[in-house]
């Protein structure tokens, strides 16, 4: 089944305390995206990647890093989570533009992180 | 701020009555739009797009509806169903950087 899987799928953490929330996807897509939603604020985007080893920021990026080392993985890291952070991650990925015919995004189930 | 908005937050329709969500947008280099319908405690899960070079596009019970000349994007949901109840989220995209911009929803409820 074609599918991007999250984890962890819930984590409650402490300010300071380094954390990763893993990304994977199935489908050999090549551009994968990170996201955060909040209330009244929609969907906004962290950081993208068009393929492997290529990575940039999209309209939210302070506080997170991220790495591709590989196609199918894109994990997302806070390496000093801040309360301001807590939020609802998802993950998402999607063919390159030039190889599909549609532009859809595939989303995993959301990561949801409070950070105390 | 992002340039694509909702006109209304909330929408409530009766089962079986037709639905019609709309949507704004302002930079008229978008050349996609999506929409998404995310249920609760769910990711965001495509339902239709649709280019710039269209005005109107048609799925399974959804229409999308484009008018560049207003910059208006509407999704018409035919005979709304309970398992229609969601948010629904409208996407612009410029091609250059595969980047989408979402709306902030619309929570469509559908009363029995």
């Known amino acids: 089944e074609a599918q991007v899987t999250q984890n962890p799928r819930y984590l409650i953490t402490v300010t300071g305390k380094k954390l990763t929330v893993t990304c994977s996807q199935n489908?050999?897509?090549?551009?994968m995206s990170w996201y955060r939603q909040d209330p009244g604020l929609g969907l906004r985007q962290i950081y993208y990647s068009m393929n492997v080893e290529v990575t940039d920021k999209g309209d939210v990026p302070e506080g997170y890093k991220v790495s591709r080392k590989e196609k199918r993985n894109f994990p997302l890291i806070l390496e000093s989570p801040s309360p301001n952070q807590t939020s609802l991650y998802f993950c998402?990925?999607?063919?390159?533009?030039?190889?599909?015919?549609?532009?859809?995004?595939?989303f995993g189930e959301g990561s949801r992180l409070t950070v105390l | 701020g992002e340039s694509v908005g909702l006109h209304l937050p909330t929408l409530s329709v009766q089962e079986g009555d037709n639905s019609i969500i709309n949507c704004a947008y302002s930079n008229s280099a978008s050349d996609y739009f999506i929409w998404y319908k995310q249920e609760s405690g769910k990711g965001p899960q495509f339902i239709i797009d649709?280019?710039?070079?269209?005005d109107k596009r048609q799925g399974q019970r959804v229409t999308v509806l484009l008018n560049k000349t207003v910059k208006h994007l509407s999704l018409q949901i035919a005979a709304t169903q309970p398992g229609d109840s969601a948010v629904y989220f409208c996407a612009e995209n410029m091609g250059s950087n595969y980047k989408l911009t979402f709306g902030k929803g619309t929570l469509l409820t559908v009363n029995p």
């Open positions: 649709i280019r710039s070079n269209m």
């Open positions: 489908m050999n897509h090549e551009y």
């Open positions: 998402a990925s999607r063919k390159d533009r030039e190889y599909a015919n549609t532009g859809e995004l595939f």
